[in-house]
């Protein structure tokens, strides 16, 4: 299960209706890269392929594939919105190390 925090979803929605995309999902991916391995990747998608796993958190639509889904079981979406920047961010619970700045993270 993957889970939103209520700031993280009023910003998906707002993100969403600044940009036009009605009724689109968000797409949930681990993509290769960064020192430590694992990047996240989102992005807004019309619909789930006929493989992915599917959530509906406080209203927002989730779609994530099960290559992915297996490192991201269990994690928490939030949105930071601090002095040295905003974005979102990911709880985890199976990261056993990020980088040094937090962009990456292995398992």
Same mark, same amino acid.
């Given at each position: 299960?993957?889970?939103i925090t209520?700031?993280?979803a009023?910003?998906v929605?707002e993100i969403?209706t600044?940009? !036009?995309?009605?009724?689109?999902g968000?797409r949930?991916r681990?993509?290769?890269?960064? +020192?430590a391995?694992?990047? $996240? ?8 392929t006929s ?7 406080k209203?927002?639509?989730?779609f994530?594939?099960p290559l992915?889904y297996? $490192?991201?079981d269990g994690t928490e979406?939030?949105f930071?919105?601090g002095?040295?920047?905003? !974005?979102?961010?990911f709880g985890n619970?199976n990261?056993?190390?990020? +980088?040094g700045?937090g962009?990456?993270?292995?398992v």
């Amino acid at each position: 299960m993957i889970t939103i925090t209520d700031k993280a979803a009023a910003k998906v929605r707002e993100i969403a209706t600044e940009e !036009g995309l009605g009724s689109q999902g968000l797409r949930l991916r681990v993509i290769g890269g960064g +020192c430590a391995g694992f990047n $996240y990747d989102l992005y807004f998608e019309d619909a789930p392929t006929s493989t992915d796993e599917e959530f509906t958190d406080k209203g927002v639509k989730m779609f994530v594939d099960p290559l992915s889904y297996q $490192y991201l079981d269990g994690t928490e979406i939030d949105f930071v919105d601090g002095l040295y920047g905003s !974005g979102f961010k990911f709880g985890n619970p199976n990261v056993t190390s990020t +980088c040094g700045c937090g962009s990456s993270f292995s398992v």
